[in-house]
Structure formats: structure tokens, C-alpha cells
């Protein structure tokens, strides 16, 4: 199936500082990437969703000023977390969207990203 | 706006024996996407099993198929001969879509921790 890679797997940073994470489709083009914000034992919720070339849709509730998102090539985006601060730490989960030709529906399937692991002190 | 409902927070099941983790969900559309995804302790998810809504025919795929009624909203994943590595939690998922394209995202329920037991 299609790869989804995620950089960097962890990062601890200081309060106030700026993280970027990566979050690359290898062998598929990804019209679409997804990301996602888990906490403990809960579920994954969207935060935004990115398209290429266009501005980001974030969810409501999501700071767009916070939660920087760019999708510059059809394998790439990056969110970039400004000014952390320790209630951001979480798990972060990127998605990308395989949406393959040929039927009707085409065969839908999102892949997911192994995570980064945001700990702000 | 769309909900997804898993109502069993925790279920355990023997190993070789068959469980079964319940799904519903809610919605006004007609055509849309069902999945189950798993995720391991290491936390990668992990695409399960899809359905189509417009398909009647339930999804298998080896040990793992899902019971869909759509009248009754419901996406039910059977686990059979449960293995130890099948130990980890089960999100259910929708995804509506239709002709002319939508964002395609994920709508996911709360989660299913399942354990294997030897």
C-alpha cells in the first residue's frame, strides 16, 4: 500500500519556540493531506485540512495564526506550531488522500502518517 | 453534521476465538465511504477495511469483515480467529463523498480498545 512518512517521530521543545513537522507522501501524488491532533486515550481529531496549492481549512476551533499549514507540492506539507506552549503537546497524525483514476468512485483511501510526538516544557 | 458511535470503549476476546466491535453512525447522505482502522500500541494507523455505501455486499478482507446495514446505519467489524497482534485500538470511520469531489475527511468514533488474551 501507499507511504505515508511523518519527520520528525518526536521533538521536545521550549515554550515560545516554533516546531515544524513534515509529512511526505513517497509514491503517491496527494491532492489532499489531513491533519490530525490526538491526545491520550482519545480519538483523532481534525484540525485542518490541506490542499495543494491553496490556503489550508482549518476546523473550527483550530487558530490558523497557531497552526501554520503549507501543502507546496503535491508530496508535501508541513505544519509548523508558532509560539508553543505546553497544552500543544499532543500527537500529531498527518493523512494523505489516495484518490486513484479510473472508476466512478475511484478506490478512496486515505493513508496515515506514523506520527510526531510534540512534548513543550 | 455526521457522527460516528462506537459504544464499547473495551473488549477482550481469546485468542482463535471471533469478536465482534460495533459501529454506528449518522447521516443525510446516500453515497459515502465506511472504514475501520487499527492502531497499535507503537500508534501508526492502519487501514483495516473499507466499504463502499453503494456496494450491498460486505467487505472481507482474510480473517477480518464487516456486517453493513445501511438502512439501520449500522458498520460492524468481525475479527475471526483473533490473533495477539490484533491487540490495539479499533477506530471506526466515515468519510462522505460524492461526485465532484469533497475534502474527504475523516469522521472517526471514539475508539475500540480491543485486547487478545493468550
Known amino acids: 500500500g501507499a507511504v505515508v512518512s511523518q519527520h520528525p517521530s518526536r521533538v521536545i521543545c521550549k515554550s515560545g519556540t516554533s516546531v515544524k513537522i513534515e509529512c511526505r507522501s513517497l509514491?503517491?501524488?496527494?491532492?489532499?493531506m489531513f491533519w490530525y491532533r490526538q491526545f491520550p486515550k482519545q480519538s483523532l481529531m481534525l484540525m485542518a485540512t490541506?490542499?495543494?496549492?491553496?490556503?489550508?481549512?482549518?476546523e473550527q476551533g483550530v487558530e490558523k495564526d497557531k497552526f501554520l499549514i503549507n501543502h507546496a507540492s503535491l508530496t508535501l506539507s508541513t505544519l509548523t506550531v508558532t509560539s508553543a506552549h505546553p497544552e500543544d503537546s499532543s500527537f500529531y497524525i498527518c493523512?494523505?488522500?489516495?484518490?486513484?483514476?479510473?472508476?466512478?468512485?475511484?478506490?478512496?483511501?486515505?493513508?496515515f502518517g506514523p506520527g510526531t510526538r510534540l512534548l513543550v516544557l | 453534521a455526521q457522527t460516528v458511535t462506537q459504544s464499547q470503549p473495551e473488549m477482550s476476546v481469546q485468542e482463535a476465538e471471533t469478536v465482534t466491535l460495533s459501529c454506528t453512525y449518522d447521516?443525510?447522505?446516500?453515497?459515502?465511504?465506511l472504514f475501520w482502522y487499527k492502531q497499535p500500541p507503537s500508534r501508526q494507523m492502519i487501514l483495516v477495511i473499507r466499504q463502499e455505501a453503494y456496494k450491498q455486499q460486505n467487505a472481507t478482507e482474510n480473517r477480518f469483515s464487516v456486517n453493513f446495514q445501511k438502512a439501520a446505519k449500522s458498520f460492524s467489524l468481525k475479527i475471526s480467529d483473533s490473533q495477539l497482534g490484533d491487540t490495539a485500538m479499533y477506530f471506526c470511520a466515515f468519510m462522505n463523498t460524492n461526485y465532484g469531489g469533497s475534502q474527504g475527511n475523516l469522521i472517526f468514533g471514539k475508539g475500540t480498545k480491543l485486547s487478545v488474551k493468550p
Open positions: 447521516t443525510s447522505e446516500n453515497n459515502y465511504y
Open positions: 490541506s490542499n495543494e496549492g491553496s490556503k489550508a481549512t482549518y
Open positions: 509514491d503517491f501524488q496527494a491532492t489532499t
Open positions: 493523512s494523505a488522500r489516495d484518490l486513484t483514476s479510473g472508476a466512478f468512485w475511484g478506490q478512496e483511501t486515505q493513508y
